[in-house]
């Protein structure tokens, strides 16, 4: 009899020992909780951005030859139509700033801007604002629009270089042929600042930017105030690795950056890529 009655029991205790063992086994999680992102995940794939270069802009651009650039990274970059994209600045009233030119490389699409049009698209900039800049675009076949944004600081003197604080310097790069085989070069290259405050430079803060955007400031070997000039010496390897892609025949814009008074300033010269590949 006992053993009859265990077996009419088993089933039930066949059941028990299932809710049992769901309570003290661990529950399988899903990839992601319904809200939150997936482990590792970013920014989705796709996703277009565009970062300035330089980020700081100077008042005095209303009177520079230089040029700033965009860089636009992202997934759907084979997508983007080069004719379309313009830089939109923050006064409303000054139509958008088409590129003086635009090329595709690798990873990244870059749109030169004259830097005169770019500061002038911005409404009343001033030293210490900051302005968010646009760069509008289309992709595809649809002409599908694309804004991205980036900010800018101003720096320099106020009111767009007037009034009587304004600094006055012009920049000389020496030599201005550079040859591709300066990346396997000793000796230096120098950067020759001439004009009306030259006594309040900041010796200490010269330092040469070059067109790769992954390239970090090189600061200066080193820097000496003779008569009417400021010379500042740079490596010719480390120089010449501050271009982005250098190809014998191109023009690339140096930009020499440096506090005046207890002011950023930049200056602009351009150099010629020389010599075979």
């Known amino acids: 009899m006992n053993a009859l009655r265990l077996r009419q029991h088993l089933p039930l205790l066949a059941?028990?020992?299932?809710?049992?063992?769901?309570?003290?086994?661990?529950?399988?999680?899903?990839?992601?909780?319904?809200?939150?992102?997936?482990?590792?995940?970013?920014h989705p794939e796709g996703q277009l951005s565009a970062e300035l270069q330089p980020d700081v802009w100077n008042?005095?651009?209303?009177?520079?030859?230089?040029?700033?650039?965009a860089v636009i990274r992202g997934g759907d970059l084979g997508e983007?139509?080069?004719?379309?994209?313009v830089l939109v600045g923050t006064d409303a009233a000054e139509a958008p700033v088409a590129p003086?030119?635009?090329?595709?490389?690798?990873?990244?699409?870059?749109?030169?801007?004259?830097?005169?049009?770019a500061i002038a698209s911005l409404d009343t900039p001033t030293r210490g604002e900051v302005h968010e800049v646009a760069i509008e675009l289309t992709t595809g076949d649809d002409n599908v629009e694309k804004t991205l944004t980036d900010r800018v600081r101003i720096?320099?003197?106020?009111?767009?270089?007037?009034?009587?604080?304004?600094?006055?310097?012009?920049l000389a790069i020496q030599a201005d042929a550079w040859n591709m085989n300066w990346s396997r070069?000793?000796?230096?290259?120098?950067?020759?600042?001439?004009?009306?405050?030259?006594?309040?430079?900041?010796?200490?803060?010269?330092?040469?930017?070059?067109t790769d955007p992954d390239a970090e400031p090189l600061p200066a070997?080193?820097?000496s105030r003779t008569g009417n000039h400021v010379r500042a010496f740079f490596a010719k390897d480390d120089a010449f690795a501050t271009l982005d892609t250098p190809k014998p025949g191109e023009m690339?814009?140096?930009?020499?950056?440096?506090?005046?008074?207890?002011?950023?300033?930049?200056?602009?010269?351009?150099?010629?890529?020389?010599?075979?590949?």
């Not at 983007?80 to 994209?85: E, G, M, R, T």
């Open 155 to 170: 720096v320099g003197p106020s009111g767009g270089g007037g009034g009587g604080e304004e600094v006055d310097l012009d």
């Open 185 to 210: 070069s000793h000796g230096t290259v120098s950067a020759l600042i001439r004009g009306d405050g030259l006594a309040d430079v900041d010796l200490t803060s010269i330092e040469l930017v070059g």
């Open 15 to 42: 059941v028990a020992a299932v809710a049992l063992a769901g309570v003290w086994l661990p529950q399988a999680s899903s990839a992601a909780e319904p809200g939150k992102p997936k482990p590792g995940g970013g």
């Open 252 to 277: 690339h814009v140096i930009t020499i950056r440096l506090t005046v008074a207890g002011t950023d300033e930049e200056l602009t010269d351009r150099i010629r890529v020389v010599g075979r590949r």
């Open 221 to 223: 070997l080193r820097a």
């Open 80 to 85: 983007v139509n080069l004719d379309s994209i």
């Open 59 to 69: 008042t005095n651009y209303a009177h520079s030859e230089g040029t700033v650039s």
């Open 100 to 117: 003086l030119r635009v090329s595709r490389q690798g990873n990244q699409i870059r749109a030169f801007f004259a830097k005169d049009d």
